[in-house]
């Protein structure tokens, strides 16, 4: 599965965005698992939101729910986040990743696929 993510940009406190993820390969992106992760400059890569393949369930990091919604249009084979009311802190490089599995994970490592990110500005 290829990955490619684009929606990024720069936006005001408040604001929204919505980031895409493009998928190829032979692959369904209804079968695997989806995530969002983010990396600020100097900060690890952390968990935004993930989607489990098959059910589809959803889970947020705390900072991410009631802000962030992830869906997936499998028709489009597109992974969506959209970002709403973003604070400065929001600033980071967000990127599109899948499992091989459908089971849902928080942790990067257990993602096997990635995209090359997108970046996201958001000013005060």
């Known amino acids: 599965v290829q990955l490619v993510e684009s929606g990024g940009g720069l936006v005001q406190a408040g604001g929204s965005l919505r980031l895409s993820c493009a998928a190829s390969g032979r692959t369904s992106i209804s079968t695997i698992a989806m995530g969002w992760f983010r990396q600020a400059p100097g900060k690890e890569r952390e968990f935004v939101a993930g989607?489990?393949?098959?059910?589809?369930?959803?889970e947020y990091a705390d900072y991410a729910s009631g802000r962030f919604t992830i869906s997936r249009d499998n028709a489009k084979r597109t992974v969506y986040l959209e970002m709403n009311s973003l604070k400065p802190e929001d600033t980071a490089v967000y990127y599109c990743?899948?499992?091989?599995?459908?089971?849902?994970?928080?942790?990067?490592?257990?993602?096997?696929?990635w995209g090359q990110g997108t970046q996201v500005t958001v000013s005060s």
């Open positions: 990743a899948g499992r091989a599995v459908f089971g849902l994970s928080r942790i990067d490592g257990d993602y096997f696929y």
């Open positions: 989607l489990r393949g098959i059910s589809g369930n959803t």
